[in-house]
Protein backbone atom coordinates (compact mmCIF):
# COMPACT_ATOMS: atom_id res chain seq x y z
CA UNK A 1 0.00 0.00 0.00
CA UNK A 2 1.23 3.33 -0.80
CA UNK A 3 0.39 6.58 0.95
CA UNK A 4 0.34 10.06 0.42
CA UNK A 5 1.87 12.93 3.40
CA UNK A 6 2.60 16.10 3.42
CA UNK A 7 5.36 16.77 5.75
CA UNK A 8 4.36 19.40 8.01
CA UNK A 9 8.23 20.66 8.10
CA UNK A 10 8.87 21.08 4.18
CA UNK A 11 5.60 21.18 3.35
CA UNK A 12 6.74 18.97 0.69
CA UNK A 13 4.43 16.05 -0.51
CA UNK A 14 6.23 12.54 0.70
CA UNK A 15 5.18 9.34 -0.97
CA UNK A 16 5.22 6.77 1.45
CA UNK A 17 5.41 2.55 1.36
CA UNK A 18 3.93 1.35 3.99
CA UNK A 19 7.16 0.54 5.85
CA UNK A 20 7.65 3.80 7.85
CA UNK A 21 10.20 5.67 6.45
CA UNK A 22 13.03 7.09 8.99
CA UNK A 23 13.65 10.63 9.57
CA UNK A 24 17.03 11.80 8.08
CA UNK A 25 19.22 11.52 10.62
CA UNK A 26 21.34 14.80 11.88
CA UNK A 27 24.88 14.88 10.84
CA UNK A 28 27.15 15.34 13.96
CA UNK A 29 27.22 19.12 13.53
CA UNK A 30 23.50 19.20 13.59
CA UNK A 31 23.04 17.27 16.38
CA UNK A 32 25.65 19.69 18.61
CA UNK A 33 23.81 22.41 17.90
CA UNK A 34 20.88 20.86 18.83
CA UNK A 35 22.50 19.97 22.12
CA UNK A 36 23.70 23.17 22.35
CA UNK A 37 19.98 24.48 22.51
CA UNK A 38 18.85 22.12 25.04
CA UNK A 39 22.14 23.15 27.29
CA UNK A 40 21.05 27.04 26.69
CA UNK A 41 17.71 25.81 28.01
CA UNK A 42 15.85 25.92 24.82
CA UNK A 43 13.05 23.37 23.12
CA UNK A 44 15.01 22.49 20.46
CA UNK A 45 11.50 20.34 19.47
CA UNK A 46 9.50 24.02 19.29
CA UNK A 47 8.30 25.14 16.35
CA UNK A 48 11.15 27.54 15.37
CA UNK A 49 13.56 26.04 16.07
CA UNK A 50 12.84 22.42 14.40
CA UNK A 51 15.59 23.35 12.02
CA UNK A 52 17.89 25.36 13.32
CA UNK A 53 20.07 22.59 14.10
CA UNK A 54 20.35 22.23 10.20
CA UNK A 55 20.65 26.11 9.32
CA UNK A 56 23.09 26.92 11.76
CA UNK A 57 25.37 23.64 10.97
CA UNK A 58 24.80 24.72 7.14
CA UNK A 59 25.56 28.84 8.46
CA UNK A 60 29.07 27.56 10.30
CA UNK A 61 29.83 25.08 6.94
CA UNK A 62 29.52 27.96 4.69
CA UNK A 63 31.32 30.67 7.11
CA UNK A 64 34.32 28.67 7.24
CA UNK A 65 34.70 27.22 3.75
CA UNK A 66 38.03 28.68 3.58
CA UNK A 67 39.76 25.81 5.07
CA UNK A 68 38.34 23.73 2.07
CA UNK A 69 39.84 26.02 -0.40
CA UNK A 70 43.03 25.59 -2.16
CA UNK A 71 45.05 29.17 -2.29
CA UNK A 72 47.71 27.89 -5.83
CA UNK A 73 44.13 26.74 -7.23
CA UNK A 74 42.72 29.74 -6.68
CA UNK A 75 45.61 32.21 -7.98
CA UNK A 76 46.86 29.58 -10.48
CA UNK A 77 45.83 30.92 -13.46
CA UNK A 78 45.63 34.38 -12.59
CA UNK A 79 49.30 35.73 -12.53
CA UNK A 80 49.92 37.85 -16.00
CA UNK A 81 53.80 38.92 -16.96
CA UNK A 82 53.35 43.11 -17.27
CA UNK A 83 55.70 45.85 -17.55
CA UNK A 84 54.17 47.65 -14.68
CA UNK A 85 55.91 48.77 -11.38
CA UNK A 86 53.67 51.59 -10.24
CA UNK A 87 51.16 50.76 -6.49
CA UNK A 88 48.23 48.41 -7.19
CA UNK A 89 45.28 48.74 -5.09
CA UNK A 90 42.15 47.54 -4.32
CA UNK A 91 40.59 49.21 -1.52
CA UNK A 92 37.76 48.38 0.66
CA UNK A 93 36.78 44.84 0.26
CA UNK A 94 34.01 43.97 2.34
CA UNK A 95 35.12 40.61 4.46
CA UNK A 96 33.33 38.52 6.93
CA UNK A 97 34.98 36.33 9.44
CA UNK A 98 34.75 34.56 12.83
CA UNK A 99 36.70 35.18 15.84
CA UNK A 100 38.46 31.94 16.80
CA UNK A 101 37.93 33.24 20.96
CA UNK A 102 34.30 33.50 20.60
CA UNK A 103 32.99 32.29 16.99
CA UNK A 104 31.47 35.74 16.81
CA UNK A 105 31.90 37.57 13.53
CA UNK A 106 34.24 40.46 13.06
CA UNK A 107 33.67 42.36 9.83
CA UNK A 108 34.73 45.00 7.96
CA UNK A 109 37.16 46.73 4.98
CA UNK A 110 40.04 45.18 3.68
CA UNK A 111 42.65 47.70 1.71
CA UNK A 112 45.13 45.65 -0.49
CA UNK A 113 47.99 46.81 -2.15
CA UNK A 114 51.65 45.94 -4.43
CA UNK A 115 53.93 46.92 -6.38
CA UNK A 116 54.20 44.73 -9.09
CA UNK A 117 57.86 43.22 -10.27
CA UNK A 118 56.82 40.62 -13.24
CA UNK A 119 53.69 40.17 -12.55
CA UNK A 120 49.99 41.07 -11.68
CA UNK A 121 47.31 39.46 -10.43
CA UNK A 122 44.04 38.94 -11.28
CA UNK A 123 41.85 41.94 -9.47
CA UNK A 124 39.14 39.58 -8.73
CA UNK A 125 41.54 37.15 -7.35
CA UNK A 126 42.18 39.57 -4.44
CA UNK A 127 38.67 39.68 -2.45
CA UNK A 128 38.14 36.17 -3.59
CA UNK A 129 41.98 35.39 -1.55
CA UNK A 130 40.51 37.69 1.68
CA UNK A 131 37.55 35.57 1.45
CA UNK A 132 39.60 32.48 1.58
CA UNK A 133 41.14 33.08 4.41
CA UNK A 134 38.49 35.27 6.72
CA UNK A 135 36.31 32.33 5.98
CA UNK A 136 37.71 30.15 8.97
CA UNK A 137 37.99 31.01 12.09
CA UNK A 138 40.53 33.56 13.01
CA UNK A 139 42.35 36.50 14.43
CA UNK A 140 42.18 40.23 12.90
CA UNK A 141 45.94 39.72 13.01
CA UNK A 142 46.83 36.51 11.44
CA UNK A 143 44.19 37.45 8.92
CA UNK A 144 45.91 40.37 7.66
CA UNK A 145 49.33 38.57 7.67
CA UNK A 146 48.31 35.84 5.69
CA UNK A 147 46.78 38.04 3.02
CA UNK A 148 49.90 39.68 2.92
CA UNK A 149 52.52 37.34 2.85
CA UNK A 150 50.32 35.33 0.29
CA UNK A 151 50.46 37.82 -1.81
CA UNK A 152 54.30 38.31 -1.32
CA UNK A 153 55.08 34.86 -1.75
CA UNK A 154 52.88 33.97 -4.77
CA UNK A 155 53.54 37.32 -6.77
CA UNK A 156 57.24 38.21 -5.98
CA UNK A 157 56.04 41.71 -6.25
CA UNK A 158 58.37 44.96 -4.54
CA UNK A 159 55.87 44.79 -1.67
CA UNK A 160 52.97 44.29 -0.53
CA UNK A 161 50.33 46.63 2.13
CA UNK A 162 47.38 44.82 3.31
CA UNK A 163 45.32 47.48 6.10
CA UNK A 164 42.22 45.66 7.82
CA UNK A 165 39.76 47.56 9.94
CA UNK A 166 36.85 45.48 11.36
CA UNK A 167 34.08 45.59 14.17
CA UNK A 168 34.36 42.52 16.42
CA UNK A 169 30.27 41.45 17.46
CA UNK A 170 32.34 39.46 20.34
CA UNK A 171 32.73 43.14 21.90
CA UNK A 172 30.51 45.61 20.74
CA UNK A 173 27.61 43.20 21.78
CA UNK A 174 29.14 42.93 25.25
CA UNK A 175 29.84 46.68 26.14
CA UNK A 176 27.82 49.67 25.51
CA UNK A 177 30.90 51.84 25.21
CA UNK A 178 32.46 50.01 22.55
CA UNK A 179 29.68 49.71 20.22
CA UNK A 180 31.34 51.29 17.34
CA UNK A 181 35.29 50.38 18.36
CA UNK A 182 37.14 49.56 14.95
CA UNK A 183 40.08 47.50 15.80
CA UNK A 184 42.62 48.12 12.37
CA UNK A 185 45.69 45.70 11.75
CA UNK A 186 48.22 46.40 8.97
CA UNK A 187 51.26 44.09 7.64
CA UNK A 188 53.76 45.89 4.98
CA UNK A 189 56.30 43.52 3.30
CA UNK A 190 59.00 44.71 0.98
CA UNK A 191 58.87 48.44 -0.09
CA UNK A 192 56.21 48.87 1.88
CA UNK A 193 58.19 48.12 5.29
CA UNK A 194 61.60 49.36 4.11
CA UNK A 195 60.47 52.91 2.25
CA UNK A 196 58.59 55.49 4.35
CA UNK A 197 57.13 57.40 1.02
CA UNK A 198 55.42 54.01 -0.31
CA UNK A 199 53.50 53.34 2.99
CA UNK A 200 52.56 57.13 3.04
CA UNK A 201 51.10 56.81 -0.46
CA UNK A 202 49.40 53.79 0.85
CA UNK A 203 48.10 54.87 3.59
CA UNK A 204 46.54 58.09 1.46
CA UNK A 205 44.77 56.23 -1.34
CA UNK A 206 43.25 54.27 0.84
CA UNK A 207 42.24 56.67 2.90
ZN1 LIG B 1 36.19 37.36 20.05
Not at 88 to 99: A, G, T
Not at 135 to 149: C, F, G
Not at 155 to 161: I, S
Amino acid sequence: MVKKKVDMRSGKTKVKSSQQVEEPKQSPLEATVHKMLLQLGEDPERHGLQNTPKRVAKAFTFLTQGYQQDIDELLNGALFPIDYDEMVIVKDIDFYSLCEHHMLPFFGKCHVGYIPRKHVVGLSKIPRLVDAFSRRLQVQERLTVQIARTLQEKLNPHGVGVVIEARHLCMSMRGVEKQNTVAVTSEMQGVFRKQQQTREEFLKLIR
